[in-house]
């Protein structure tokens, strides 16, 4: 038996000692994945979304002025254009690793080739070729445009999914709470095993140093009752 118990004790251990461990990294995984969401992938995800915000507002300012000719319109272009650059810059700081990095630098360029074009559709209508400035804004500056969308897709997708892999459910505070409340029942169940064992040991060796009690006397025979009074 008490082999027995040994071994139950052990294996107990064991969990225990898995479970610390288990704990420990969900711990540390939680707390990098966490650091690297604050300094990395929120501010990405943030930057693309505000850069992708700001070119569709140039977007509108470029048919405003085509159909209008207002000026209000060109400083509005360029006021969010400063904001999508300056999204940029803040997305190539924040980014992690080459996807990040990659996905801003292809949408930051098939952007600015869309604004070059811009510029030079916007040339060809202070010039008094406005059939021309219009017709070259709905062919080849929006295929342009339709490009660089694609590819602010790709950089939100991308910011997406890091976000999504840092959320990952083995770093879950849920799930660390789960582990913290094993671990504290296997402990318990340790304890209360421990305590157990003491007791039955001690009680073991308790009735191991009882004195054996002393046997009555052999009662005389009748016959040596009588030599004895002789």
Not at 101 to 120: L, N, P, S, T
Not at 159 to 170: S, T
Request: charged share 20%; aromatic share 8%.
């Amino acid at each position: 038996m008490g082999f027995q118990v040994v071994a139950v004790m052990g294996v107990l251990f064991a969990v225990l000692i898995a479970s610390i461990v288990v704990v420990s990294m969900s711990l540390v995984s939680l707390g990098r994945d966490q650091a690297e969401l604050q300094d990395n992938d929120v501010p990405y995800a943030v930057a693309i979304a505000t850069a992708a915000l700001n070119a569709k507002a140039m977007a509108n300012h470029e048919r405003g002025y085509l159909i209008s000719g207002s000026k209000e319109f060109l400083e509005e272009f360029d006021r969010n254009l400063l904001n999508v650059r300056s999204a940029f810059a803040a997305a190539s700081i924040a980014a992690d690793g080459d996807r990040q990095v990659d996905a801003a630098a292809k949408a930051h360029a098939g952007f600015e080739q869309w604004v070059f074009a811009v510029r030079g559709e916007f040339r060809t209508y202070q010039a008094g070729n406005r059939d021309a400035a219009t017709t070259t804004s709905l062919g080849p500056v929006r295929s342009l445009r339709k490009s660089y969308e694609a590819s602010f897709a790709d950089a939100q997708s991308v910011a997406r999914n890091a976000i999504e892999l840092r959320n990952n459910p083995f770093a879950r505070t849920e799930w660390v709470t789960v582990l913290l409340v094993s671990l504290l029942l296997v402990l318990a169940i340790c304890v209360g095993l421990t305590l157990w064992l003491i007791n039955t040991f001690n009680s073991a060796f308790d009735v191991q140093e009882e004195p054996e009690p002393l046997t009555d006397p052999i009662p005389l025979s009748a016959a040596a009752r009588k030599s004895t009074h002789r």
